[in-house]
């Protein structure tokens, strides 16, 4: 009898964890692109497009910090015996520092399991080329295109004296910007500037603050010129 009753419990604890795999696949990928909209800031899903954090685009089945390219992984990433499972996902997602501490991603986590499945079976249709339609190109939708900038935010000579940028643009006008408030930047990816030819963004929640975004480091050094006129 006794033998009988442990057999049962057995079954009925398999059966329980057939049944949470279950749950972990059963996400809804078209609403788990929503829910991931949160993540875009940060993460690409275009294969080689990589931002804050690595492009998303094939990490099914694969090792955590082995995407290509991506040269920002912390040690404990690099270190990690991970494979990115619906399981391993769903650790992740609920709690990044819990699941691997000493990572460098500084997301709180995702608290809803049911849009922690979403995001997941997302992820998934990504790395199976199976995405909803639309989603996939709507995730960069908010990265413009810095080569088709319009005239106001193509620069055309920096100017630094003292505490003050004077940034002069192709469509004629001048502003004068406290160093301050004016950040450099570089974006190598298909999508940024043409070289020699930089791109001023605005920013801060008055509208007072810039950046000035570069091809490369080389041309910041050779765009700015120390003039006091």
């Known amino acids: 009898m006794n033998r009988v009753v442990h057999v049962c419990r057995y079954g009925v604890l398999i059966a329980g964890l057939v049944l949470g795999l279950e749950a972990l696949a059963a996400g809804d990928a078209a609403r788990g692109a929503k829910v991931f909209q949160a993540c875009m800031a940060c993460h690409s899903v275009e294969p080689g497009e990589h931002m804050t954090g690595p492009s998303l685009a094939h990490i099914w089945s694969r090792k955590a910090g082995a ?11 690099k270190k990690a015996d991970v494979v990115w499972t619906e399981a391993n996902l769903d650790r992740w997602l609920a ?7 000493g990572t460098s991603m500084s997301f709180a986590g995702i608290r809803e399991e049911k849009d922690r499945q979403d995001v997941i079976a997302y ?6 080329g199976k995405a909803p339609a639309g989603a996939r ?6 990265m413009p295109n810095l080569k088709k900038a319009p005239p106001e935010g193509r620069v055309t000579a920096i100017e630094h004296c003292r505490d003050t940028y004077t940034v002069k643009t192709a469509d004629g006008k001048v502003n004068k910007v406290w160093e301050f408030n004016l950040r450099f930047k570089t974006d190598s990816s298909k999508d940024g500037p ?3 030819r930089p791109v001023i963004v605005g920013a801060g929640m008055q509208g007072d603050r810039a950046s000035v975004v570069f091809a490369s480091p080389e041309d910041i050094s050779n765009f700015i010129k120390q003039s006091c006129k």
Request: hydrophobic letters at 35%.
């Open 95 to 101: 709690n990044p520092q819990s699941f691997l501490p």
């Open 194 to 196: 043409v070289p020699g």
């Open 123 to 128: 992820l998934k249709s990504v790395s199976e």
């Open 67 to 77: 995407v290509e390219d991506f040269l920002r992984y912390s040690d404990a990433m």
């Open 137 to 142: 190109q709507g995730m960069m939708g908010g």
